[in-house]
């Protein structure tokens, strides 16, 4: 059946209807004054969200645009970056910052575990001579539904005080409390088809006080990335290059009904829905893929022993016509992964379990009573 | 009166229903089997539109991302390029171009005459080392409505056998006849929100075998704008990052609107459209700013003696809720452009002239006769 499509990927997340049809409005001049009210709006709420004073910077790219942005801008060949890998996007910038020329250290965990938050303050206090320039670290691990102790590692960055923190939050940022002003965090990079709960395209770069005065210094060349002219047009509710004008719209709706939501409760729902996920998964008699004090609230990963992962999404998707995620690299057939974030309610974390349920029943599952899954997630929806 | 907005600007231009309803379907996951059948279908549009058998890869970007994508993958510090410069969207080129390290000579001319292929032609057949790595070129210079003889200008190129064409063709494809492969043009970069008629957001880079070539030498340092991994999942029906999934869709019916009217009638189209305009604003006694020999089929500029450029734009948007641009950089308030690419129909032409008229009446504008645009842009189509 045509239309009846439910996305439980993390990301692209579903779309609000209202957030859809402000997309479909015919765009206007991106150089008119109804266009410079749209840009003020977006970037005052922008900064709400992302609870900071500073710079919130859009860009016409994707989330590993973003990234690229949050890291050029600040740094100058040869300097020596500690990025944290414990997944597909923490590799992916460390190779990125090798593509620029940094002096890259891996700090690794195996996939599925959090980051050592003591493996970069060893590195960090060590460090007497202040070589290292910044600290790389994914938030919200997206191909493993890993969160990392950002605060923790946080601290250490604060201690050796002068290198910087940049943050892969595309996972984070509308999902997971990541407070960048009281925090500290120099900068932060999240993409649209996240949190935001509007389709890819446009990415965000958080940028403080202290990464601005890192810029002055950067030499890693720069065009289109170049931070300092969005700062200086976004300051006159412009854009240096034409912005993507029906994702703006979009934009502008979707902050709007996060603003009436309130940040408090956008974390809480999915605390709430993450939580009754994996309590779901757990009842249902499947291995979660990371442990429950380093969960992410955007994705719960699963690693299935007695089916096959590619089967589950498989019925899943023919039978119910829920899009899973599968395992990316070497996960690859190893787990599936159910997104939660942006647009999710509790009643589409219980469908999509009641179908996981089915789905498990009819590959041959065993010591599942069919039931027990959505029971388990009912139980957190009645405590909270 | 809400609702009732007229784009004649040259970019972003207006979007037809079709494609703002097709924007406004929920997304799909970008790695499922219907999306590679959509990139499939887009991406053998795309060659057909730009008249090639190579890549013709899309970038979540605006065109000046897809331009920096054209230059930085095929060229290494250093390089001596050169760069046509009249108007605003040259000399953008030749600073990015600087940006990134290059040696780059400007070939100018005044904001408003077309560049001369000899100036290129004598620069390149001085070239006897080979030294010249990339000439870079602008085809409709928007800023100034002036077309430039990409066809001479390349003619030179190939003669010189070595070095790259790289051109911005933003307001060329989908409008203006630049057939790639006949020209043999290495690189060939362009926006969504111009011919495409489709809102901005997507970027597309066209690249050649000797582009291709070129690539595997360069070393300007490089990531999301790698085109190697773009051109690698395409092979695949896949994107390296997450596409923007909506404006995907957009593109999808548009290519298939441009498809059903076909590449010649989409280039009469405009042709008759530019000659109608330049037709109506000489006939009611108005400057055209650059000579007709030279004139762009996307956009209009006109530089008003009697009346101020700006006033004209005021009463159209005021008056008659038609935005018209005006002029750049050493233009504003000299000039005001009209767009008409992309979804233009002959009756937008007429609707836009006999605004202007009523605006050049309303405005003081002597030795008019009301009536006389709207007649001579009348007379053209019933020629054509």
């Known amino acids: 059946m045509d239309g009846k499509h439910m996305l439980m990927i993390p990301g692209p997340t579903p779309v609000p209807e209202g957030v859809l049809l402000a997309q479909a409005k015919h765009p206007i001049g991106h150089r008119s004054s109804e266009f410079g009210e749209l840009i003020s709006e977006v970037n005052s709420n922008l900064k709400w969200l992302h609870q900071t004073e500073s710079d919130v910077l859009t860009l016409t790219a994707s989330g590993t645009g973003a990234m690229e942005a949050a890291i050029i801008n600040f740094l100058s060949p040869g300097d020596r970056v500690l990025c944290g890998c414990n997944g597909k996007f923490g590799d992916r910038w460390a190779e990125m910052s090798e593509a620029f020329g940094l002096q890259v250290e891996r700090v690794s965990a195996e996939w599925g575990q959090s980051l050592d938050p003591d493996a970069f303050g060893a590195l960090l206090d060590a460090d007497t001579n202040r070589t290292i320039k910044a600290v790389i670290v994914t938030h919200s691990e997206t191909s493993t539904g890993v969160l990392n102790d950002l ?79 969005y700062r200086k047009s976004a300051a006159k509710d412009s854009t240096p290059f034409t912005p993507p004008i029906n994702l703006m719209y979009g934009l502008q709706a979707a902050l709007q009904m996060m603003r009436a939501e309130g940040l408090s409760n956008i974390f809480a729902r999915h605390e709430r829905v993450t939580r009754a996920a994996r309590e779901a998964v757990k009842a249902m008699g499947l ?97 909270s």
């Open 287 to 383: 291995p979660l893929f990371a442990p429950d004090e380093a969960a992410s609230r955007a994705v719960t990963a699963v690693e299935p022993a007695t089916v096959e992962a590619e089967r589950v999404r498989s019925v899943m998707k023919k039978q119910f016509d829920i899009a899973l995620a599968g395992g990316q690299n070497q996960l690859k057939g190893r787990i599936f992964r159910i997104g939660h974030l942006g647009f999710v309610s509790d009643r589409d974390l219980l469908t999509c379990i009641a179908a996981l349920e089915a789905t498990l029943h009819e590959l041959g599952h065993e010591n599942m009573t069919p039931g027990v899954g959505v029971a388990a997630a009912t139980r957190v929806f009645s405590m």
């Open 151 to 229: 605060e923790a590692i946080n601290r250490y960055v604060k201690n050796h005080g002068r290198c910087l923190i940049i943050v892969d939050a595309v996972t984070s940022v509308g999902a997971i409390d990541i407070p960048i002003d009281e925090w500290e965090l120099d900068v932060v990079a999240s993409g649209s088809q996240k949190g935001y709960m509007i389709p890819p395209g446009l990415g965000f770069v958080a940028v403080g006080p202290k990464a601005w005065d890192a810029y002055k210094t950067a030499t890693i060349p720069k065009f289109y990335f170049d931070l300092a002219p």
